[in-house]
């Protein structure tokens, strides 16, 4: 069993789990960007540990379809409700927003829209396009919903050649009716295996901390490298407020290590592993990583 602090819903944070929230200029000047043409980051809806970090680097994982999630996941800080119809005009504020970050490294997730037709598709693959219309020479990440797994919506998404595209199966089979709302375990799986044999990059990542086993994690992670899964990331789990799903246990820095080089073991090109981790921080280090393995 992982090495634990055990649940209550007392449970002061360890050490290892205290961060700096502190502004910076540059992360100043990375809000004024985002807001200053109306864009959505998952730092902020998803209440991210890192994003003063992230922003004073100058980046940030921009959130396109809204800031509004049709699904209700008992883990994520994420608006849920009845959402407005998707903006025409964000892949060219998202692409104008990165040129003048001048980032290398793009990240971009969104909300679920299960209410549209394509689940979203066609404004994922016109983002994409329009970043590299305006940042030829930037490298473009991905974080997509499980669009039920169809193949045909996955595939217009596809088409428009982002360099990593990810979903993220979020906890172990056992705990996936109890955390996600309306997503499946095996759904997402066949999501990463779809994503992995088009020739893409795929990406997951889980949380822990939620109740799931040693064995279930190592099962997780062998059944994402089936899926052709190559990076992959864990973190630990942090209970947004009280009313979202607690908190079992602080797995240790220690344990995140012990995962990671399991993973490695396993053969996935790269894995980020330690408390703080989240699915895009740092993501570019896990594409130059993979780069590595492939040029080999």
């Given at each position: 069993m992982p090495k634990v602090r055990e649940h209550s819903d007392y449970l002061r944070k360890p050490d290892w789990l205290k961060i700096s929230l502190r502004s910076t200029t540059n992360s100043a000047d990375v809000e004024q960007i985002v807001e200053g043409r109306c864009l959505h980051t998952i730092c902020s809806s998803g209440m991210c540990p890192n994003k003063a970090e992230c922003w004073s680097r100058r980046t940030a994982t921009f959130m396109i379809l809204g800031d509004i999630c049709t699904r209700n996941c008992r883990f994520c800080a994420t608006q849920t409700g009845r959402p407005l119809p998707p903006d025409e005009a964000e892949p060219d504020k998202v692409a104008e927003s990165v040129k003048l970050m001048g980032?290398?490294?793009?990240?971009?997730?969104?909300?679920?829209?299960?209410?549209?037709e394509d689940h979203g598709a066609t404004i994922w693959a016109r983002t994409v396009e329009a970043i590299r219309r305006d940042n030829p020479d930037a490298t473009i990440e991905l974080l997509i919903s499980d669009m039920d797994a169809r193949p045909e919506l996955i595939d217009?998404?596809?088409?428009?050649?982002?360099?990593?595209?990810?979903?993220?199966?979020?906890?172990?089979?056992?705990?996936?009716?109890?955390?996600?709302?309306?997503?499946?375990?095996?759904?997402?799986l066949a999501t990463l295996k779809h994503i992995a044999a088009s020739g893409a990059v795929a990406k997951s990542g889980l949380m822990l901390g939620l109740g799931e086993s040693e064995e279930e994690v190592l099962t997780t992670l062998a059944d994402l490298r089936e899926a052709g899964v190559s990076i992959v990331t864990l973190g630990q789990y942090l209970r947004p407020t009280k009313e979202h799903y607690p908190?079992?246990?602080?797995?240790?820095?220690?344990k995140f290590e012990e995962y990671r080089l399991k993973a490695l073991e396993m053969g996935f090109s790269y894995c980020a592993s330690a408390p703080l981790v989240r699915s895009s921080y740092l993501a570019d280090a896990a594409l130059d990583a993979v780069r590595k393995v492939c040029a080999k």
């Amino acid at each position: 069993m992982p090495k634990v602090r055990e649940h209550s819903d007392y449970l002061r944070k360890p050490d290892w789990l205290k961060i700096s929230l502190r502004s910076t200029t540059n992360s100043a000047d990375v809000e004024q960007i985002v807001e200053g043409r109306c864009l959505h980051t998952i730092c902020s809806s998803g209440m991210c540990p890192n994003k003063a970090e992230c922003w004073s680097r100058r980046t940030a994982t921009f959130m396109i379809l809204g800031d509004i999630c049709t699904r209700n996941c008992r883990f994520c800080a994420t608006q849920t409700g009845r959402p407005l119809p998707p903006d025409e005009a964000e892949p060219d504020k998202v692409a104008e927003s990165v040129k003048l970050m001048g980032l290398k490294h793009v990240v971009v997730t969104s909300v679920t829209r299960d209410d549209l037709e394509d689940h979203g598709a066609t404004i994922w693959a016109r983002t994409v396009e329009a970043i590299r219309r305006d940042n030829p020479d930037a490298t473009i990440e991905l974080l997509i919903s499980d669009m039920d797994a169809r193949p045909e919506l996955i595939d217009v998404v596809l088409a428009s050649c982002p360099d990593i595209v990810g979903h993220n199966i979020e906890t172990v089979e056992r705990l996936t009716p109890e955390v996600r709302s309306r997503a499946k375990y095996r759904t997402s799986l066949a999501t990463l295996k779809h994503i992995a044999a088009s020739g893409a990059v795929a990406k997951s990542g889980l949380m822990l901390g939620l109740g799931e086993s040693e064995e279930e994690v190592l099962t997780t992670l062998a059944d994402l490298r089936e899926a052709g899964v190559s990076i992959v990331t864990l973190g630990q789990y942090l209970r947004p407020t009280k009313e979202h799903y607690p908190v079992r246990a602080y797995i240790t820095p220690e344990k995140f290590e012990e995962y990671r080089l399991k993973a490695l073991e396993m053969g996935f090109s790269y894995c980020a592993s330690a408390p703080l981790v989240r699915s895009s921080y740092l993501a570019d280090a896990a594409l130059d990583a993979v780069r590595k393995v492939c040029a080999k």
